[in-house]
Structures are given as structure tokens and as C-alpha cells.
């Protein structure tokens, strides 16, 4: 079992940058392939970005694609999420996620997959 916790997040201006990481304990993090999800108000949880466990692979949803990297550093058994070029639309609670797979190199993108969940933390993009 692996426990998640998210770095606070913050308020923003459109055009700024924002850094989340997800910091995770109580397992082997290279076990997990990794995601982040949010979830705006009145709006169901989605998909932002995953890595698989290798961090060799990665996937973005189409809206954060060229703003967004996702990146894990094994050793520090930490995940990292870079916003840059923010619009008002990013505003949300974003949650990270690990889910247990076998395959190093599979990126997942389906909420099903992820196990263990962080608390979220809000990111508030203003205009």
C-alpha cells in the first residue's frame, strides 16, 4: 500500500507557472505507474497526465498538451507535475494517483487503473 501526498498547490495568473509534486511513502514507488487527475467544480474527475513506472513513458490529455510535463524521480520517490502558459480553464483540485501494473513502460489513462489516491490540492488559475 502506498500513502500520497500532494504539494500544495496555489492561486495563479493566467500565463504563470505552477509545480505540484506528489510525494509518496509505504511502498516501492517504482512499483506504480503514476497519474494526475482534477476536478473542477460542478465537473466530473478527469485525466491530465500519467508516467508509466520506468518514466521512460508518458501521456497527456489534448487541453495540456505542450503546457504540461509530467516526471518522477524514483529515488526521491516523487512525482512532479509542471504547468506552465495557465488558463483559467486549469482551475481545479488536482489529485495524484498510483496504480499497480507489472508492465514498466505502460502509461494508464483510465481512473480505474489507480488504486491509491492523494488528498488533491487546489490550483487556481486567475484571468
Known amino acids: 500500500q502506498v500513502q500520497l501526498v500532494e504539494s500544495r498547490g496555489g492561486l495563479v495568473q493566467a500565463g504563470g507557472s505552477l509545480r505540484l509534486s506528489c510525494a509518496a511513502s509505504g511502498s516501492t514507488f517504482s512499483s506504480y505507474a503514476m497519474g494526475w487527475f482534477r476536478q473542477a467544480p460542478g465537473k466530473e474527475r478527469e485525466f491530465v497526465a500519467s508516467i508509466s513506472r520506468s518514466g521512460r513513458s508518458t501521456y497527456y490529455t489534448g487541453s495540456v498538451k505542450g503546457r504540461f510535463t509530467i516526471s518522477r524521480d524514483n529515488a526521491k520517490n516523487t512525482m512532479y507535475l509542471q504547468m506552465n502558459s495557465l488558463k483559467p480553464e486549469d482551475t481545479a483540485v488536482y489529485y495524484c494517483?498510483?496504480?499497480?501494473?507489472?508492465?514498466?513502460?505502460?502509461?494508464?489513462?483510465?481512473?480505474?487503473?489507480?488504486?491509491?489516491w492523494g488528498q488533491g490540492t487546489q490550483v487556481t488559475v486567475s484571468s
Open positions: 494517483a498510483a496504480g499497480t501494473t507489472a508492465q514498466t513502460g505502460q502509461a494508464m489513462r483510465i481512473m480505474g487503473q489507480y488504486d491509491y
